[in-house]
């Protein structure tokens, strides 16, 4: 049963002690590829080297994490833009908007994600959206950019039933991770009424461990406890899930 990964940080420091090891345990749960998302300029040496390390298995994306967006965005913008013009990405992203932590940077983010919009497009590569707290705000820059060929993931969907049909009908798919394994994450209600065909499978290791690792470290090799929690909710046959999940991910990053 092969399975994708369409969001791991599985470059990040939490895994410098074993890194290696975690990736050998997903392949041998069948995950074979791994989609890393950046997060800042920080973030991508380690990213690359772990790309340059697993390249058929690893594979990078170029963006700014909107809750690093901070008065500098936009030198850390120039740098997202510089790399996405000399090396091939499989998208853009993680990028979006984050009112969780905090919202003084509201309009920061919201020029920031626009920005990336147009990266998007500019390149033709998905952009993988991040929308905590703010789907609203984030729906609403997205819906006034697509103009048919934007495409690419609302990550981490924990959204309505309503919602699920609008990021539907803007051509996107949702990403469904270990929320989705919670007792009260509300997935139970949503997921029944979502077709297959516009989900993709993720961790966003080290973060969202799904039941019953949760409070735990992510890691890839859990990509199969969300595909049997979607299976359960859809209905559907675990293999299929996987199947169908795992061609939506290859067919939007063009491999």
């Not at 690093?68 to 979006?96: H, P, T």
């Not at 060929?149 to 990021?167: D, N, P, Q, W």
Request: hydrophobic fraction near 40%; glycine fraction near 6%; charged fraction near 25%.
């Amino acid at each position: 049963m092969m399975l994708v990964d369409s969001h791991a940080h599985i470059y990040s420091e939490e895994f410098k002690e074993d890194r290696e090891e975690a990736l050998a345990r997903a392949m041998a749960e069948g995950v074979e590829k791994i989609y890393m998302p950046n997060i800042d300029h920080t973030t991508i040496d380690a990213m690359l080297e772990t790309e340059e390390k697993h390249p058929s298995q690893c594979l990078p994306m170029m963006g700014l994490h909107p809750a690093y967006v901070k008065n500098d965005f936009e030198r850390e913008l120039y740098l997202v833009e510089e790399w996405l013009g000399k090396k091939s990405f499989a998208g853009v992203g993680e990028c979006g908007i984050d009112l969780y932590w905090d919202k003084t940077f509201l309009p920061q983010q919201q020029e920031a994600l626009k920005v990336q919009v147009e990266l998007a497009k500019k390149h033709k590569l998905p952009i993988i959206l991040h929308t905590r707290d703010a789907f609203e705000e984030t729906y609403e820059i997205i819906a006034a950019a697509q103009d048919g060929t934007l495409e690419g993931i609302f990550h981490c969907f924990s959204g309505t039933a309503e919602e699920a049909v609008r990021v539907k009908e803007l051509g996107f798919l949702m990403g469904i991770g270990g929320v989705s394994t919670f007792k009260n994450g509300g997935m139970d209600k949503v997921l029944p009424h979502v077709q297959l065909e516009d989900l993709v499978l993720e961790t966003d290791c080290p973060y969202l461990a799904p039941a019953p690792h949760r409070g735990k470290r992510n890691e890839p090799l859990y990509v199969p406890l969300i595909a049997k929690r979607v299976a359960e909710l859809l209905g559907k046959p675990l293999d299929e899930v996987a199947a169908v999940t795992s061609q939506n991910a290859l067919n939007l990053f063009k491999l």
